[in-house]
């Protein structure tokens, strides 16, 4: 039977923050589409821009997490499963799409819940990034990236057994596409030349940009994004029932929803 714990557990008033992180991330990602052409200053005024408010949403998102939703057993698992991602990401580096960072997200979101899934996705990218020196303006992207990726997780239906592994390898492999699909978001208007077929052109119809984004997307990255999708969906069919087990009896040798009390010796 499947039972979750909720070792963050996300308050009213951190739900509304998240979602206006997510308006924001939306914003973000889709500005092509969204942004009038001349708003900016320089053609890099955008990225630049979003990647600053994008480093300060999160923080101010994660802070409102903590603020008496997070324990010191949440924070410690946390820290964790933080320096296993940010230790495992490097023996895929990213080659041909191979990715071994988001089955621990997925798995993560999925027992310890959608706030826990979201504060590891930041975490364990920014971790990541110090360690394999990939700090950039797109960072904050990939850190928004995996944090939806761990807390949609945490909100996928009730299964079990072999059913629960079949929809999680199954949400691995759709987050690896999606996640392809909005970071190339964030350098597309800026990789091509204008006279591509293929590139970002300013005051073209949604429509017609959006297939232009479409044929680039298919064209320079769909193989990228099937070796990652590849990869999460056979790392959770593998290693998902083991990984899961245990993230479940630490769970409950912790008792995250169980207040801790001190109490003087008699």
């Known amino acids: 039977m499947s039972t979750r714990a909720a070792a963050i557990r996300i308050r009213p008033r951190a739900a509304v923050v998240i979602a206006m992180a997510g308006f924001l991330g939306v914003v973000a990602f889709f500005w092509p589409f969204l942004v009038a052409p001349g708003k900016f200053g320089s053609a890099y005024a955008p990225p630049l821009i979003f990647g600053v408010l994008l480093v300060i949403v999160l923080s101010v998102v994660i802070s409102e997490i903590a603020e008496g939703g997070i324990s010191s057993k949440a924070l410690a698992m946390l820290g964790v499963l933080s320096a296993v991602n940010a230790a495992i990401r490097p023996l895929g580096a990213g080659t ?30 920014f971790a990541s990034a110090l360690i394999t020196g ?113 993230f479940r009896r630490a769970a409950r040798k912790a008792r995250f929803r169980s207040p801790v009390r001190f109490t003087a010796p008699r």
Not at 102 to 113: D, E, K, N, Q
């Open 96 to 125: 041909a799409g191979i990715e071994t960072v988001f089955f621990i997200l997925v798995l993560a979101g999925r027992v310890y819940g959608p706030g826990f899934g979201f504060t590891l996705g930041c975490t364990s990218l």
């Open 134 to 246: 990939g700090v950039g303006p797109w960072m904050p992207y990939q850190m928004f990236g995996c944090a939806f990726v761990g807390m949609l997780a945490g909100f996928l239906p009730k299964a079990s057994g072999r059913r629960e592994i079949a929809m999680l390898a199954l949400y691995g492999s759709v987050s690896g596409y999606l996640f392809g699909f909005l970071l190339n978001l964030s350098f597309w208007p800026f990789s091509l030349d204008p006279n591509s077929s293929v590139a970002y052109l300013p005051g073209l119809p949604f429509t017609e940009q959006f297939r232009r984004y479409l044929a680039f997307d298919l064209a320079t990255s769909l193989g990228w994004d099937t070796g990652r999708a590849v990869t999460n969906f056979v790392c959770i069919c593998l290693a998902g029932p083991a990984v899961l087990t245990v």
